[in-house]
């Protein structure tokens, strides 16, 4: 019977791989992945050769058939994204839905997701959370930083380097200067940062040191009393 594996990739860290996911990788028939170049440089670092077949944002709704086809044809395949678990802010939720509706066994391995570790050593409370991914760039944008005003859980978006600081601004402008944030940059890596302070303070400083890499963005809840008065501007 086929069966999708959806197997996390490390973040930045390669030594943040499990056993199991090296062991899944090297036994599957085949592998979709976000990006095959990355792909094959965690593959030879791994000394694992195999079958690497491209799925992504741009060709997942085009290419979810002919991709079914070939899992169907096959023992076991596996999803890759870049880094991080797949689906989550990157391509497979489609995949996974049309295997389950198609009656192909999906198994999902636990392992790296950036949200993780930037909401635990944030310092915020991460008993109970919102996770926002990416906001929309233009259309709909403020109406979700008004929600999130009036969220009294921590949340937590992913946020692009050239648009940190605009969007920092943004919660500036729709949640208050003094509420908490940290930017978790470049996780698991050389250069890994934590930037915690009020919005205004951590606005500041990545204005006079532009960012570079990948950004995890921990905002803090609002107090119960406070929500409504940010919500309403």
Do not use: W
Not at 164 to 177: H, N, P, S
Not at 190 to 217: C, L, N, Q, S
């Amino acid at each position: 019977m086929s069966k999708l594996y959806i197997v996390p990739t490390p973040i930045g860290n390669l030594e943040d791989i499990t056993l199991r996911a090296i062991r899944i990788l090297g036994e599957t028939d085949l592998i979709f992945a976000e990006d095959t170049r990355v792909t094959r440089k965690l593959l030879a670092h791994l000394e694992i050769q195999k079958t690497v077949q491209p799925f992504h944002a741009h060709n997942e709704h085009k290419a979810l058939s002919s991709v079914i086809d070939r899992i169907q044809a096959s023992n076991s395949v596996a999803l890759v994204s870049d880094a991080g678990t797949p689906g989550i802010s990157d391509p497979g939720f489609l995949l996974v839905r049309e295997c389950l509706s198609k009656g192909i066994e999906v198994e999902c391995l636990p392992g790296p997701a950036a949200l993780i570790p930037a909401i635990v050593a944030s310092g915020f409370p991460c008993d109970r959370f919102v996770f926002e991914g990416f906001l929309p760039h233009k259309k709909g944008r403020q109406t979700r930083l008004k929600a999130i005003a009036e969220e009294t859980r921590t949340t937590i978006l992913y946020e692009s380097p050239h648009r940190l600081v605009k969007c920092l601004g943004q919660i500036v402008e729709f949640m208050g200067a003094d509420r908490h944030v940290c930017v978790a940059r470049e996780l698991t890596k050389m250069f890994e940062e934590f930037k915690r302070g009020t919005a205004a303070e951590v606005m500041a400083y990545y204005e006079e040191h532009p960012p570079k890499g990948e950004i995890v963005m921990i905002i803090e809840g609002a107090e119960p009393k406070k929500a409504k008065k940010y919500a309403d501007k």
